[in-house]
Structure formats: C-alpha cells, structure tokens
C-alpha cells in the first residue's frame, strides 16, 4: 500500500530524460521507404525529423545506422544528415541491427541504458534490435510515428510483439515533451517550441497562433 506520507513531488524513473536514454535511427532510406505501406511516408518522414531535432535540442546521443546503403537502400534520409551533419553513419549488411558489432558499440558508447528507437519496416529493422536489446537489459521505447512497416497489419503486430517483450510504445511529441516537461526550462523553450511549430501539425499551428493572439510565451 502506498504511504501518504511518503509521497512527494518527483518524477518517476521510468521517464526519458535528456541524461538517461540514447536515440536510434535504424534504415530510414529511400528503398525502405518504398515498401513501407503501413501509413503516409510523409508523416513518417515528418515524425522522424521532429524526433530527430528533439534529440538535438537536449543534446541526446544518437546512433545513425542504415542497412546495404551503397548496394541497395540507398543513403540515409537526407533531412536526417542535415540535422546531424558530418556524424558517422553505421552501415550494415545485417538486417537485425543488434547483430553488427559496429552498431552496438555505438550503442554502448552512448552510456544509456533506455533506448528510444524509430526504424523501417517495423516488423525487421526495428523489432529484432529492440528484442535483442531487451534481452540484454536495456530499456526499450519504440517511436511508433516514426516507424513503419509493410502493412498495417505487420506494423501492428511487431508493435504488439515488442510490447509483449517489455517494451514501451511512445510517438515522437511524446518524447519530445517528455524530454522538456516543464515549461519553466528557458534554455530549452524556444528551441522544443520551434521543433513543434515546424513538424507538430494542428498543434503547431496552435502554438504559432496562441503565441500570435496570447503573447510570445504562450505555453505548449
């Protein structure tokens, strides 16, 4: 039972801090994207800049992988490179990331323990690392908006799969406001909001119009 007296004002453990998780962007290329059918690729594409430039706001290490860039797939989403400009990319032939040396010392690098992932397709370059990397006790949070899989049906049942495993289902916003929480965090308030303004759809346009009418420090 929980002691009233006890409670206090603190944030659970289970939240994404800028501190305590590392970011993956597994094969968001252009082969990848071609078979993607489980929702619009362009909110796909969107999602994953938004979550990208979140992780870049709070200075969040991310891993960049793609799989057969030079072969097949393609590079690596050109909106991704920009944001993070001159980064090593981990390219692959394995098609579970958590198979390929380079990728998880990345990953070790980082020092994280909880790791947000978005990757294409679903069902392949995202559910075997994040399987894999449960099963060696990391903490997995998949960013459904920006992934996708084959079909509705196959993006669906490798998210139900993960979350069988443990994992924890989040969309990009989510992380990004779960990364500012607290509208009071000035070094970050105008950064979190232009990355909402620029890929937060209606809410971004609510932002632009709330700070136009109410005043340049309408909250989120």
Request: net charge negative; glycine share 8%; hydrophobic share 45%.
């Amino acid at each position: 039972m929980t002691d009233i007296a006890e409670v206090t004002a603190s944030p659970s453990p289970d939240l994404l801090t800028p501190d305590n998780c590392a970011v993956l962007f597994v094969d968001h290329q252009p082969q990848m994207f071609f078979g993607t059918g489980s929702g619009d690729r362009t909110a796909i594409i969107n999602s994953a800049v938004g979550l990208a430039k979140a992780a870049k706001v709070f200075d969040v290490p991310v891993v960049l992988s793609t799989v057969a860039a030079e072969s097949f797939s393609g590079p690596i989403m050109p909106q991704l490179a920009e944001v993070f400009p001159g980064q090593e990319i981990v390219d692959r032939t394995t098609m579970n990331a958590w198979e390929d040396p380079a990728f998880v010392e990345a990953v070790k690098a980082t020092g994280r323990k909880k790791i947000v992932i978005a990757g294409l397709w679903t069902e392949v370059c995202v559910v075997l690392p994040a399987l894999s990397a449960l099963a060696q006790g990391y903490e997995v949070y998949v960013v459904t908006d920006a992934s996708g899989g084959v079909s509705p049906q196959a993006h669906e049942h490798a998210v139900q799969r993960m979350i069988q495993a443990g994992a924890v289902p989040v969309t990009w916003v989510q992380v990004l406001l779960e990364l500012q929480r607290d509208w009071a965090r000035g070094e970050t308030y105008v950064p979190v909001t232009e990355v909402v303004k620029q890929h937060g759809g209606a809410y971004g346009l609510g932002l632009v119009y709330a700070q136009a009418v109410i005043g340049a420090h309408a909250a989120g």
